[in-house]
């Protein structure tokens, strides 16, 4: 299983990873991302095509796969960016509270099994009003989906890492004390669908004045 975490799916993801689709929306939201940054699940570094080096003062990745970080340290863009590896899960970060403008999130969320510490370690370090930008897959409305959905979902827990599609996303994002400002469902591709219904948007940290 080690094999396969970091030799093979780094290389799986680094061919499947970005489809056309999934570019246009990165393309789209990505380049907001501002000031101190954190990206959760950095992967093979694919959104560094996407972010706006003038527009951010650092960047951190939280990526606990060295064979993900051997790859993206190889990335064209890398040295654009004051980038600085934390090499932590996703559920706990090793962060100050109220020290990061921006949180981007791509198919990561999805793939934590705790979401809810997940969750509120965001909240805690965004600076009131900062913002998560997210891309995530989600549990589908639709009942035969969903179905499918719960029926995938083992073989790609273990294919993907700990993908989860049965988990509805934006619910645990409000549950997390942020708010949703934007926020979109779709299918990003018509087949399978119970591999592709997904949300998008971006939440703001619900922080009061002190």
Not at 3 to 11: G, I, S, W
Not at 61 to 80: D, F, Q, S, Y
Not at 164 to 190: F, H, M, W
Request: glycine share 8%; aromatic share 10%; net charge positive.
């Amino acid at each position: 299983m080690a094999f396969y975490r970091d030799q093979v799916y780094p290389k799986l993801v680094t061919v499947l990873g970005n489809p056309r689709p999934l570019q246009l929306l990165r393309q789209r939201m990505i380049p907001s991302a501002e000031g101190a940054v954190l990206e959760l699940g950095f992967g093979s570094g694919v959104n560094l095509a996407y972010y706006d080096p003038h527009r951010i003062d650092r960047l951190y990745a939280v990526e606990p796969n060295k064979g993900m970080i051997a790859v993206a340290e190889r990335h064209p863009r890398r040295k654009a960016f004051d980038l600085r590896f934390l090499d932590l899960p996703g559920e706990r970060i090793p962060l100050p509270d109220n020290s990061i403008d921006t949180v981007v999130s791509t198919f990561t969320l999805c793939t934590i099994a705790g979401i809810e510490e997940a969750m509120m370690g965001i909240a805690r370090i965004l600076k009131r009003n900062g913002r998560l930008i997210f891309i995530e897959n989600t549990v589908s409305p639709e009942g035969p989906v969903k179905r499918w959905q719960k029926f995938w979902a083992p073989v790609l827990n273990r294919i993907f890492v700990g993908l989860d599609l049965t988990k509805d996303i934006c619910s645990a994002i409000q549950a997390g004390n942020l708010k949703l400002d934007e926020v979109e469902t779709g299918y990003l591709a018509a087949f399978p669908k119970s591999w592709a219904h997904c949300c998008w948007g971006i939440a703001t940290a619900n922080k009061r004045d002190a």
